[in-house]
């Protein structure tokens, strides 16, 4: 019944940037984890970053210090700012919520269809 909408992607020139934006809707009880994934052609599905409802933030080493994931908690919404793309950075995006949709049910990841970030000249 939880539903990922992603929006923000497209084609950008090196050292450019994007906003990538995600909005949960649905039967939401608990938010445990908001997550940025991505996946390149020919590459396994890899974790960019992901913050807790606490504040914690993790990032990834080939992003540290470019991208910057931040959140709105009331309207269930996560964003990734992504700063001087490089050709690397060129995957689908998802977006990941790890969630509860009620309080006794154990937490479980919710997927968003994805967004495509091209970057290149």
């Known amino acids: 019944q939880v539903q990922l909408v992603e929006s923000g992607g497209g084609l950008v020139q090196p050292g450019g940037s994007l906003r990538l934006s995600c909005a949960a809707s649905?039967?939401?009880?608990?938010?445990?984890?908001r997550k940025w994934y991505r996946q390149a052609p020919g590459k396994e599905r890899e974790l960019a970053e992901l913050?807790?409802?606490?504040?914690?933030?993790k990032y990834a080493d080939s992003v540290k210090g470019r991208f910057t994931i931040s959140g709105d908690n009331a309207k269930n919404m996560v964003y990734l700012q992504m700063n001087s793309l490089q050709p690397e950075d060129t995957a689908v995006y998802y977006c990941?919520?790890?969630?509860?949709?009620?309080?006794?049910?154990?937490?479980?990841?919710?997927w968003g269809q994805g967004t495509q970030v091209t970057v290149s000249s």
């Open positions: 913050t807790s409802m606490s504040g914690a933030t």
């Open positions: 990941n919520y790890l969630l509860q949709t009620h309080a006794i049910a154990p937490p479980r990841d919710y």
């Open positions: 649905g039967t939401i009880s608990r938010v445990n984890a």
